[in-house]
């Protein structure tokens, strides 16, 4: 018969520090490849209502060039809060569905 002393018992009930979590490299791919193409995305769409509007093409350029860099920072940074990595790929998959199906409804007119 085998018995546990108090100072085991109070040993295997301190919480320690959290474990690293095994689904951050899935995290961080979601955040990088979706990430981009969504800033991408972001970008087109951008150039298409600028183009709209009547904007100079290298006002459009240059406002096109410099969103892509904070958009996919931004979302490679909060990629980290999601749940789980397969969540980072679900909500990244339908935010890019949406940017390009915004972009290419918005090419149509």
């Not at 290298?58 to 789980?84: D, E, K, N, Y």
């Amino acid at each position: 018969m085998t018995t546990t002393s108090t100072a085991d018992t109070a040993a295997a009930a301190k919480p320690g520090p959290r474990p690293i979590q095994r689904d951050w490299i899935s995290r961080t791919l979601g955040g990088t490849l979706l990430g981009f193409t969504l800033a991408i995305g972001c970008s087109g769409l951008l150039t298409v209502v600028l183009a709209a509007a009547d904007v100079a093409l290298g006002t459009r350029a240059q406002l096109a060039m410099w969103l892509v860099p904070p958009v996919w920072l931004s979302v490679l940074g909060a990629c980290f809060m999601f749940a789980s990595g397969l969540r980072t790929w679900l909500w990244l998959g339908l935010a890019n569905l949406v940017v390009f199906g915004a972009y290419f409804i918005a090419r149509l007119f």
